[in-house]
């Protein structure tokens, strides 16, 4: 018998990489592949170890991160094609809308999956204030 790891019955689980994990979709803990349910959302909980993804929020965190790289990259591309070529309006739209949407969808699940990797890893919860005069950490 094997653990997720496809180790030994009784080996401790090795954790993946965060590479490992938002590439293949593996659960950060244990590294079966149970992240996610479908294309971009996340499994309630790992199958093999039974972490509760529902703990940690990844919000809109990747999509907004994406959506600010890959816009300027575009926006950089799309000005290089300007000076360059000159097109008309409808030329840079009829490539850079569908470049842009590819790449924030096709880069999303990587991106989730990353962010979710990194908070079960350094154990990220919610922020909290503490009452006033309680100075300990």
């Known amino acids: ?18 590479l490992q994990a938002a590439l293949k979709g593996l659960c950060p803990r244990c590294g079966c592949p ?7 959302r996340f499994a ?5 170890c039974g972490l509760d993804f529902d703990r940690y929020n990844v919000g ?9 790289v890959i816009g300027t990259i575009v926006v950089a591309l799309a000005i290089w094609l300007e000076l360059a070529v000159g097109p008309p309006l409808w030329v840079h739209m009829a490539i850079w809308i ?5 790449g924030v969808v096709g880069s ?3 991106a989730k999956a990353a962010l979710m990797a990194a908070e079960v890893r350094n154990a990220a919860r919610e922020g ?10």
Do not use: H, K, W, Y
Not at 6 to 17: H, I, L, Q
């Open 1 to 18: 018998m094997t653990n997720p790891n496809g180790a030994a019955e009784g080996t401790p689980f090795v954790a993946p990489s965060l």
């Open 34 to 40: 149970s992240l996610f349910a479908g294309a971009i």
């Open 44 to 48: 309630p909980r790992c199958s093999a």
């Open 60 to 68: 809109d965190g990747p999509a907004a991160f994406l959506t600010l």
């Open 98 to 102: 569908p470049v842009t949407a590819a």
């Open 108 to 110: 999303l699940r990587f």
């Open 128 to 137: 909290r204030i503490r009452p006033t005069g309680d100075l300990s950490a």
